[in-house]
């Protein structure tokens, strides 16, 4: 299976319109898209419209940008037909099963953010399936989180869940700094991927 994976958009027309284009291809299989479509809850239904020519399969979780509920009522609105949002759930695409929550975990400084805490994401985390593709907004603690600050900005709880569960590939964003980064857990891949797009192969 070939996923073209991406988070971290932001209302950016034209980085949406690389992936739309990028999507097209016969290579991709899957579209995924970890969180943070809109600016501070502004502009999501445009940016969700943009990326509604997706005809390919594609799972969006939400970012700290926008809510679970605003995301999918987005998806709804734009008629993109073929976009699942996950948050707490999964859901099996071609015998491969894949787990997704949303939100900036830990909780970030700004009232505005739609974040989870870490006992609130471990308790949706108790849900992830073994041999599950996690997609989740934050990174996990440690891992692809490192900011400016020299501050790993991850989450302890998503870092446990890898550990316990051990998913063969963790995308994940949030993190501006640390778009393109990888590493490894046990088995497991992670990468922080950014809004350009990274085609990767399950």
Do not use: Y
Request: some cysteine; glycine content about 10%; charged content about 20%.
């Amino acid at each position: 299976m070939q996923i073209l994976a991406f988070s971290d958009l932001h209302r950016s027309n034209e980085k949406a319109a690389s992936l739309v284009e990028q999507a097209g291809s016969d290579e991709v299989d899957l579209v995924i898209g970890a969180g943070d479509f809109a600016s501070q809850h502004e502009g999501l239904d445009e940016a969700i419209a943009s990326l509604a020519d997706i005809s390919k399969p594609a799972l969006l979780v939400p970012g700290n940008n926008e809510t679970a509920d605003a995301l999918r009522e987005a998806v709804s609105k734009a008629d993109w037909t073929s976009a699942q949002v996950l948050h707490g759930d999964s859901t099996t695409i071609d015998g491969q099963e894949f787990f997704g929550l949303g939100a900036g975990i830990p909780t970030t400084p700004w009232d505005w953010s739609f974040d989870l805490s870490e006992e609130e994401a471990a308790d949706a985390l108790a849900g992830l399936p073994d041999g599950a593709v996690l997609i989740v907004h934050s990174p996990p603690k440690g891992h692809c989180d490192l900011a400016s600050s020299g501050d790993h900005l991850g989450s302890e709880a998503i870092t446990s869940a890898i550990k316990s569960k051990q998913p063969p590939l963790a995308v994940c964003g949030h993190i501006h700094e640390a778009w393109g980064q990888t590493s490894e857990v046990g088995p497991t891949r992670i990468i922080n991927l950014g809004p350009d797009g990274h085609l990767l192969e399950l």
